[in-house]
T-cell receptor
Framework: EAGVTQSPTHLIKTRGQQATLRCSPISGHTSVYWYQQALGLGLQFLLWYDEGEERNRGNFPPRFSGRQFPNYSSELNVNALELEDSALYLC???????????FGPGTRLTVT | EDQVTQSPEALRLQEGESSSLNCSYTVSGLRGLFWYRQDPGKGPEFLFTLYSAGEEKEKERLKATLTKKESFLHITAPKPEDSATYLCAVRGATNKLIFGTGTLLAVQP
């Protein structure tokens, strides 16, 4: 069974630009979660999508946004990039909201 | 506010030297405590879910236990391939998964 996939693996952007990160969940999983893991910090919850709707978001500014498509894949958009947005962005999926989450390999975003 | 604290931050063991990692938590309405393993530059790998005090789960050399305030991940006779960062997370009434900062485990041959 294929796991959670993310693309691209690495992304280099300049401050002020926009970044788009993509995630495909495990087949049959309807919930998708996004996390930020900055160097030296724990995983910080960003967004949760389920059945195409945003269900919850963490303490991040509105320039972090996303969506979930009818096939349950998801996209994370980060506008007006700042240097401190440099981090590993992880996507996870679960069968239902109370179940364990399975993570993808992440997208390493570097803002210069 | 839901909070997770893991200790120690780093742990170095000799191969075969058993030990325990600690995860202390405060959460309103625990809906699950999760253990993950993360290798450098990779996404976390799911290990265990615990739902209620007294519950225990085992997988190979790992055993997770849960009380009302903390969870332990016991590692029996570790091998070098067990070296990784071990993450603990809780889900409470907000339904958000709150992670600790992890314990970096190094097992030397």
């Amino acid at each position: 069974e294929a796991g959670v996939t993310q693309s691209p693996t690495h992304l280099i952007k300049t401050r002020g630009q926009q970044a788009t990160l993509r995630c495909s969940p495990i087949s049959g999983h309807t919930s998708v979660y996004w996390y930020q893991q900055a160097l030296g910090l724990g995983l910080q919850f960003l967004l949760w999508y389920d059945e195409g709707e945003e269900r919850n978001r963490g303490n991040f500014p509105p320039r972090f946004s996303g969506r979930q498509f009818p096939n349950y894949s998801s996209e994370l958009n980060v506008n007006a990039l700042e240097l401190e947005d440099s981090a590993l962005y992880l996507c996870a999926s679960s069968l239902v909201q109370d179940h364990e989450q399975y993570f993808g390999p992440g997208t390493r975003l570097t803002v210069t | 506010e839901d909070q997770v604290t893991q200790s120690p931050e780093a742990l170095r063991l000799q191969e075969g030297e058993s030990s325990s990692l600690n995860c202390s938590y405060t959460v309103s309405g625990l809906r699950g405590l999760f253990w993950y393993r993360q290798d450098p530059g990779k996404g976390p790998e799911f290990l265990f879910t615990l739902y209620s005090a007294g519950e225990e789960k085992e997988k190979e050399r790992l055993k997770a236990t849960l009380t009302k305030k903390e969870s332990f991940l016991h590692i029996t006779a570790p091998k070098p391939e067990d070296s990784a960062t071990y993450l603990c997370a809780v889900r409470g009434a907000t339904n958000k998964l709150i992670f600790g900062t992890g314990t970096l485990l190094a097992v030397q041959p």
